[in-house]
C-alpha cells in the first residue's frame, strides 16, 4: 500500500511550499474577527507551522532531521523564499531551520487548537518567511522550479515517504497553461508514491464560495479552480482521518484542494496536507 514509508533520520521526507508573491495576494481576506492581507496570512500560517514542526521533531537530543524543507515564492521573482541565515537555500534540514529564525514575533493568530477546532492565541512567532506582493504570478517557472528541487531530492531518497507539496495562490497563471507543468511535478515518485500536491486557492472570483477537499469539480466556479482542484492528489487515508478529526466529510474521491480559505481554514489545511503519520 503506498504513502506507509516510515519516516526517520535516515529515511527523510520533505515539504516544499510554493507560494504566490503576486501584486493581487496584497489583498485583505478574513482572519478571526477582523482581515488581514493574504500574503501576511500566508506567511504566518508558514512560520506557525515551521515552529509547530520543530518542535514535532524535537527529541532529548535536539531536533531531528525527520523532515526537509523549502519555500520557492513567484511573483517578480522566482526562487527559495526563506529569509535570514538560510535565504538562497532550496531544501533545509529541520535541524537549521530550528536553529536559524531570523527574528520573533508577537501576534494574534488563528491556529489548530489540536482537538479539530480553532483559536485564536496571542503567539511568539519565530520568523523564516516573510510576506511578499509583488508582479506577475509566473506559475509555470515556479513549478518547474518545484520539479527540479524535487526530482534532486527523489534521487537521494528513492525508498522515501513522498514529497508533500502545498501550493498556495490567488490567481492565473500569467506565464501559460500550467497543467502540464503540475501534473510533471505530481508524476515524480518514490517507490513509496507519486508526489502528493495540495492546492489551496485564494480565489478574487465573486461565486466563488468556499470549498474544502471536494470529490469532484461540478461546484467549482471557474475553469481555473477546475484545474486545481483536478491537479490536486487524492488525499491519504491518513489525511483523510485528519480532516474528519476537523469536521471535514470527505470520501475516497476527496483532493487535497481548497477553495476561498479564510486563515484559519488555510491553517487546517496545511495542517492536513503536511502530517504523513508516521515517524520513528
Not at 533545509?92 to 501576534?107: F, G, H, L, M, Y
Not at 461540478?218 to 478529526?245: C, G, H, I, Q, V
Request: net charge negative; hydrophobic share 35%; with cysteine.
Amino acid at each position: 500500500m503506498p504513502y506507509t514509508a516510515e519516516i526517520s533520520r535516515t529515511s527523510p521526507s520533505c515539504f516544499l511550499f510554493i507560494v504566490d508573491q503576486s501584486t493581487s495576494m496584497s489583498e485583505e481576506v478574513a482572519s478571526g474577527k477582523g482581515t488581514k492581507q493574504k500574503a501576511a496570512g500566508v506567511a504566518d500560517s508558514i512560520n506557525h507551522w515551521l515552529q509547530e514542526l520543530s518542535i514535532k521533531c524535537a527529541k532529548s537530543d535536539g531536533v531531528r532531521d525527520y523532515f526537509h524543507v523549502g519555500v520557492i515564492g513567484y511573483g517578480r521573482k522566482v526562487g527559495p523564499a526563506f529569509v535570514g541565515s538560510i535565504a538562497g537555500r532550496e531544501m533545509v534540514p529541520i535541524s537549521e531551520i530550528a536553529d536559524s529564525p531570523t527574528k520573533i514575533e508577537e501576534k494574534i493568530t488563528t491556529v489548530p487548537d489540536g482537538a479539530g477546532g480553532l483559536v485564536e492565541q496571542k503567539v511568539k512567532i519565530p520568523v523564516w518567511f516573510q510576506p511578499t506582493a509583488d508582479g506577475g504570478t509566473p506559475m509555470c517557472r515556479a513549478t518547474m522550479e518545484a520539479q527540479r528541487i524535487l526530482d534532486d531530492w527523489v534521487g537521494q531518497n528513492p525508498a522515501g515517504f513522498p514529497p508533500i507539496v502545498i501550493h498556495i495562490t490567488d490567481g492565473e497563471a500569467t506565464d501559460g497553461e500550467p497543467t502540464e507543468r503540475i501534473r510533471s511535478l505530481t508524476n515524480l515518485a518514490t517507490s513509496d508514491g507519486n508526489v502528493l500536491l495540495f492546492n489551496i486557492h485564494l480565489s478574487a472570483n465573486p461565486d466563488a464560495t468556499p470549498v474544502s477537499f471536494p470529490d469532484s469539480a461540478n461546484d467549482l466556479p471557474d475553469e481555473y479552480s477546475k484545474m486545481l482542484f483536478e491537479t490536486a492528489s487524492l488525499l491519504t487515508p491518513t489525511m483523510r482521518a485528519l480532516a474528519k478529526e476537523y469536521g471535514f466529510k470527505t470520501t475516497d474521491k476527496s483532493r487535497g484542494f481548497v477553495l476561498n480559505a479564510d486563515m484559519g481554514l488555510l491553517a487546517q489545511a496545511i495542517d492536513i496536507g503536511t502530517r504523513p503519520g508516521n515517524l520513528k
